[in-house]
Structures are given as structure tokens and as C-alpha cells.
């Protein structure tokens, strides 16, 4: 006998995002009868895991612009791969518009050791220890867009073996292997 549940009695399955609200700007557009103001908000959304969203929101109040925010950053979550889950698995660099940013894999202890909007980020996506640069423009909405644009060309090795079609193994213990020999050189 199949038993029926109603919607009542379902549980909901409470998902663990951690949210940081990162800018809110009071935007004027100025009408035939003076200004009206609003606010727009910036928010990213992550789960500490590796999973991160960005939602940018705007309205009248700034509440109503931090929830359109983050539902948006709900929607648009993307998975980026970390190193032992607590740095990047390589150097890269991203950009967007006048934004450009350098993120770096950093030792175990080293910390979040980045400005601003980006600290936001890396604490949603749980990256524990990183070095971020920020260069060029110092808006929050194009430093965000940067440092995602890096995070998304972020590649791990199991992710390089595939395309390849070898094993990672072969891929890392190949790199490791030529680090050997460019020490056995010198």
C-alpha cells in the first residue's frame, strides 16, 4: 500500500547558504517632478563547498532590493573546484570590464588575504587560504564579476584528465616529474 503525503506534512529540506550582502548603492534618477531615489544591492550566496551565486537586486527600500539580490544569487549558483576544499587548485587571473583581478593558491595557514568584495566571496565559496590582487577599477560590481570570471576558468586535474583522456595520475605526477628535472638541471 502506497502511502499519500499531502504538501502539509512534507519536510523542507533546509539548504546551508551562508549570504553577504558586499554593496548597497542609493541610485537618484532624476523626473519631471523631482528625484526618486532607490537602492541596489549586491549580494553572493555560497555554501562554503564550492558552490557560489552572485544577484544583484534594486528597489525602492533596501530590504526589498537585498532579497531580489539574493534570490537572484540562489539561481545562479555555479560549482568551482577547490584544492583539499581549502584553496584553488592554480594561479589565474580574471576580468571584467575595467576590473581585472589576480587570484593565488597560497599555503595551508595563509589565510584570506584579499580586499573588500572579493573577501566576500571567497568566505561564501569556503576558500580558507588565498592571495587576491585587485587591479584596475575598485567597483564592487566589476571586482565581483572579475574574481568570478577567474574562478569560473578554474580547471582541477581530475577535470584536465578528462579531456585529455588520461588518468590524473599521469597529469600530476607528469608535473611533479618535470619539476625533478628542471632542479636536476640547474
Known sequence: MVQATD?????EVKDELVERLVHVN????????GRTMSFAAVVVVGDQK??????????AEVPEAITKATNEARKNMIRIPLREGRTLHHDIAGR????????????????????GPMRAVFEVLGVQDVVAKSLGSNNPYNMIKATFDALKGIN????????????????????EGMAKDVK???
Do not use: C, Q, Y
Open 7 to 11: 504538501r502539509h506534512n512534507k519536510k
Open 26 to 33: 542609493r541610485v537618484a534618477k532624476t523626473v519631471k517632478g
Open 50 to 59: 564550492g558552490r557560489i551565486g552572485l544577484g544583484t537586486g534594486k528597489a
Open 96 to 115: 571584467f570590464g575595467a576590473g581585472k583581478v589576480v587570484l593565488r593558491t597560497a599555503p595551508a595557514g595563509t589565510g584570506v588575504i584579499a580586499g
Open 156 to 175: 582541477s586535474p581530475r577535470m584536465i584528465a578528462a579531456k585529455r583522456g588520461k588518468k590524473v595520475g599521469d597529469i600530476v605526477s607528469r608535473r
Open 184 to 186: 636536476e638541471e640547474a
